[in-house]
């Protein structure tokens, strides 16, 4: 999500992630570690308020290397991330392909595209691809624009059949992930196509 530091977005963000930034060390790592087990198991909504939550603590414990100096130990479920040794928690996004899966800790690459299992990168690849060229769509170039009878209708349509592609994503493809992950995350919307995550119906 792109925001200004100083927007009131992350303003807001800043002032909800005062409560993880007054627990101490060892309160956040035993707070992080009991969400985890909440979370394993299940494919995850990036909007969820929990997940949200654990968002902001993992972003001070990252600060901290809380996962570093191991107060707690994550559930068995959950391994090591590579990119900073922090339980792996993998975000899909429509850039799934040149990104891979974004490590919900650190934000840097958590499962790179081509170490993803052979079945789930098919699936994904597929998928990116059509998502691809509805998200262009947005944007287009004026000699692109004008080349349709109406953007505007066009814009739309797009927008419904990212609706359509975010939430088949998450129903058939992302569940498929639990095999080879402790949880999945997906983004839930797309800023560039105007869809929030209440126009997905799951």
């Not at 100083?6 to 956040?28: G, H, I, M, N, R």
């Not at 995850?44 to 570093?68: E, M, N, V």
């Not at 509805?134 to 349509?157: G, L, M, N, P, T």
Request: charged share 25%; proline share 6%; net charge negative.
């Amino acid at each position: 999500m792109a925001n200004t530091p100083d927007s009131p977005f992350e303003q807001l963000w800043a002032e909800y992630s005062l409560v993880f930034q007054d627990f101490d060390d060892l309160t956040l790592a035993r707070w992080m570690a009991q969400t985890l087990g909440q979370l394993q198991g299940r494919v995850w909504r990036l909007s969820h308020p929990l997940l949200g939550a654990y968002r902001l603590a993992s972003q001070i414990g990252y600060d901290r290397q809380i996962w570093l100096k191991r107060l707690a130990s994550s559930p068995a479920a959950y391994p090591e991330s590579p990119c900073c040794r922090a339980p792996l928690l993998p975000l899909f996004t429509r850039d799934v392909i040149e990104s891979g899966l974004v490590c919900q800790h650190c934000s840097g690459t958590a499962v790179p595209a081509d170490e993803l299992p052979e079945d789930l990168r098919r699936s994904l690849k597929d998928w990116a691809e059509e998502y691809a060229t509805v998200h262009a769509v947005a944007h287009w170039d004026d000699r692109q624009r004008k080349s349709v009878r109406d953007y505007d209708r066009a814009f739309e349509d797009a927008a419904s059949e990212a609706e359509r592609l975010l939430g088949l994503a998450a129903r058939e493809i992302l569940p498929q992930a639990l095999d080879h992950f402790p949880m999945i995350v997906w983004e839930d919307q797309d800023e560039c196509l105007e869809v929030r995550p209440e126009d997905i119906t799951l």
